[in-house]
């Protein structure tokens, strides 16, 4: 064939693409909630750019602004301004132990002052990691910190690690190779070992409200990179105030 036909062949592709990208597609329900009575939709936007939430930072969590304010003014104040921490001779902690039910935000809390503060983020669970996952990290830490990257620690359920593998972290937290953080349900002054408690600034988190849940959905569906902001999705206050019942607290339900 020639190269007219060729172009031609191209012109037509574009032109049906095009057709298509301007029709919505069927509605889909998020959740099955016609039990509740309510009117939740889902269509496609025809939008082809995504534009970047306005939100960043703490302000991206719904509720937990008692800790949102302590992890501001105690951590990140003195990571993004060191010279006025020296002045004041304020020391950011080495190590954190953040308290309280499950899916209130305590990984996502976590995972923002790692990247507000540049750092590298690295997450363990205390049940199916050990002494050599622990290792490896503190190795690529090591190296980060050579070139003045820091490295925080997430380690989830870390009540449930025993004493020897707490004890082999106490350097790394002491000397600085990482910024350690713990994630736990359960009450760490009964359930975790005093050398690690003795290390850490403790941060108590309460369980989310009602209107903490019905605040994430809506931050959920405006979110246009991580929720469903490039959807036409539409939940009444009915739907959005069940949901939040059901939760129990917990945003991930």
Not at 146 to 172: F, M, N, V
Not at 219 to 248: M, N, T
């Amino acid at each position: 064939c020639d190269a007219a036909e060729v172009m031609r062949d191209l012109l037509m592709i574009r032109a049906a693409e095009n057709a298509a990208a301007t029709v919505d597609t069927p509605g889909l329900l998020v959740h099955d909630i016609s039990k509740l009575g309510a009117v939740t939709s889902v269509k496609r936007r025809t939008t082809s750019k995504k534009k970047k939430s306005k939100e960043g930072g703490f302000s991206e969590v719904a509720g937990l602004e008692n800790v949102k304010q302590l992890l501001s003014d105690e951590v990140l104040f003195v990571l993004k301004n060191p010279d006025k921490a020296e002045k004041y001779r304020l020391k950011a902690p080495n190590g954190m132990l953040f308290y309280g039910p499950p899916g209130c935000g305590k990984t996502t809390l976590a995972s923002i002052i790692a990247s507000m503060t540049g750092s590298a983020f690295e997450k363990l669970n205390a049940v199916t990691s050990g002494v050599a996952d622990v290792r490896k990290v503190l190795k690529d830490a090591e190296e980060r910190r050579r070139y003045g990257r820091a490295t925080y620690l997430l380690l989830d359920e870390c009540h449930r690690w025993s004493k020897a593998q707490s004890d082999s972290i106490l350097p790394a937290i002491e000397k600085g190779t990482i910024r350690f953080i713990g994630s736990t349900t359960e009450n760490p002054m009964i359930a975790m070992t005093p050398a690690i408690v003795s290390r850490c600034r403790l941060f108590r988190f309460e369980p989310l409200s009602e209107s903490d849940v019905i605040e994430a959905i809506h931050r959920a569906i405006r979110d246009e990179e991580r929720g469903f902001g490039l959807q036409y999705v539409s939940i009444d206050d009915e739907a959005a105030r069940r949901i939040a019942q059901a939760a129990s607290g917990d945003v991930r339900s």
